[in-house]
């Protein structure tokens, strides 16, 4: 059914060909290519399995070996040999494993998506649901650092001017015992007169 309607996968997809065996457990269920050339794994398990996952990675090295070679005998495709391949994995459902260990892989592109067969009378179908999709747009966003807040430092004052040795010493401003000069706007104690005064002396004219 995926194979007839590779569109409900994803549009654009082309099937190259199907059942390609990798390694002794290992067999490659849909090779196909999308609108832009690039190659495109689809797993298949009619169960939930996290060995699916293993499967898929061995036949991305596989096919990463070999895209050359399948550029040159399946020449009626446009296969871009440039680009690497991609995997897409069909299930039922998925574990949080491998939901983990599809988002955090790198250099590869994965994408999950769930099925469910449906079959009403004679006809019959399938549903299929994204769980985790690659989007090249979408950048991981960074961390930012936390910065401990400082507290806030007490100003410092500033240290006493030291003298310049070119420049003369200032004379310094006399202390209260060298200050003899009255206060300003005192009245001056007045002068006592004398209870008795020395007698004028006569002159004699002759």
Known sequence: MIIKETDIVEKGLTVICNDVPVNDKTTLDILCHDSNGQLVILQVNMNEDDFMLLQGIQSLDYIEKFKSFLKATYNKHKIDDKENPRL???????????????????????????????????????????????????????????????????????????????????????????????????????????????????????
């Open 88 to 206: 897409i994995l069909l299930a039922p459902s998925f574990s949080d494993a491998v939901r983990r260990a599809a988002e955090s892989m790198k250099g590869m592109r994965i994408d999950l998506y769930e099925f469910e067969y449906l079959k009403l009378g004679d006809h019959k179908g399938l549903r299929l649901q994204p769980v985790f999709t690659w989007n090249p747009a979408e950048k991981p966003k960074e961390e930012k650092p936390t910065e401990k807040k400082q507290s806030p430092k007490k100003k410092e004052s500033p240290p006493p001017p030291q003298p310049d040795e070119n420049e003369e010493p200032k004379p310094e401003p006399p202390t209260e015992e060298f200050q003899t000069f009255p206060p300003m706007n005192e009245e001056k104690p007045k002068e006592e007169k004398k209870s008795w005064e020395e007698p004028k002396k006569k002159l004699k004219l002759f």
